[in-house]
């Protein structure tokens, strides 16, 4: 082997057996825009905000107080097919693009489930926290298309010239694996996907690799998305690529 096996990845991903509903909701969505819309490949990331009402014809506004509560995000009426996103999250676009998909997730899934569906930063109960678990999952799906990931993920494994062995690394819970998250993977993929880095690193729980294996560790998961700062005190910056393998400088 060379210094850097530059042989493609070729990574196969899928989803849990309990989430393949929603996924296929969501993928069946996208083929419907790309049919109307004629293309071939998805832009990344996606224009959820101007689709939402062109092509897929549903009332879109974004709001202020007067329309809805501060704390209310977003508002979805699945039998009007209209959506409504209020105005402060325009400052934080990870946090619009995803809240805009969510409440398209209301209007494709759950207009039988009640007339109107609101988003807010308060806990989540009961019956009500599963339909917005399941408008998340709906999102998530969205605006990280599975069947794109696996070919995103493996241009960011050769962008840093890693080796696919390096795979199995990221289902590991060593330092290595924190450094390929969060200094190659999580960074590269929020850029491309404009999500936020806990909307990623959550895609990634919920996927799997052949045989069903997870791709990332739920235990892992507070160390994705923790701040930069609680980090401090681990050896990321001694983390270097030798032989398409990051190891930890003695």
């Keep these: 082997m060379t210094a850097y096996d530059s042989t493609p990845f ?23 825009i790309r049919h109307k819309l004629s293309i071939s490949d998805l832009p990344l990331p996606l224009p959820i905000d101007q689709w939402i009402e062109t092509p897929l014809g549903f009332d879109f506004a974004i709001v202020g107080d007067d329309q809805l509560d501060p704390e209310v995000l977003g508002l979805a009426r699945p039998t009007l097919n209209q959506i409504l996103i209020h105005e402060s999250l325009l400052e934080h676009e990870g946090r619009f693009r995803f809240t805009c998909a969510h409440e398209l997730g209301h209007c494709i899934l759950h207009k039988s489930v009640a007339e109107e ?11 009500i926290s599963a339909i917005e678990h399941e408008a998340d999952r709906f999102a998530s799906s969205l605006l990280m298309p599975l069947s794109t990931l696996a070919q995103q993920l493996a241009k960011v494994m050769r962008d840093h010239q890693l080796n696919n062995s390096c795979v199995e690394l990221l289902r590991g819970d060593d330092v290595r694996t924190v450094w390929l998250w969060r200094r ?60 398409g393998i990051p190891v930890l400088e003695e």
Excluded: H, N, W
């Design 10 to 32: 070729l990574l196969r991903l899928s989803v849990r057996a309990a989430d393949a509903r929603v996924e296929l909701a969501a993928s069946t969505l996208l083929d419907k």
């Design 117 to 127: 569906l609101s988003d807010a930063e308060l806990p989540r109960s009961g019956k």
């Design 184 to 243: 190659c993977i999580l960074p590269a993929l929020c850029d491309t996907y404009g999500v936020s880095r806990a909307a990623m690193a959550y895609r990634f729980r919920e996927l799997r690799l052949p045989g069903q294996r997870r791709i990332l560790k739920p235990s892992m998961i507070s160390l994705m998305v923790a701040p930069e700062k609680t980090l401090a005190d681990l050896p990321l910056d001694r983390i270097i690529v030798r032989d």
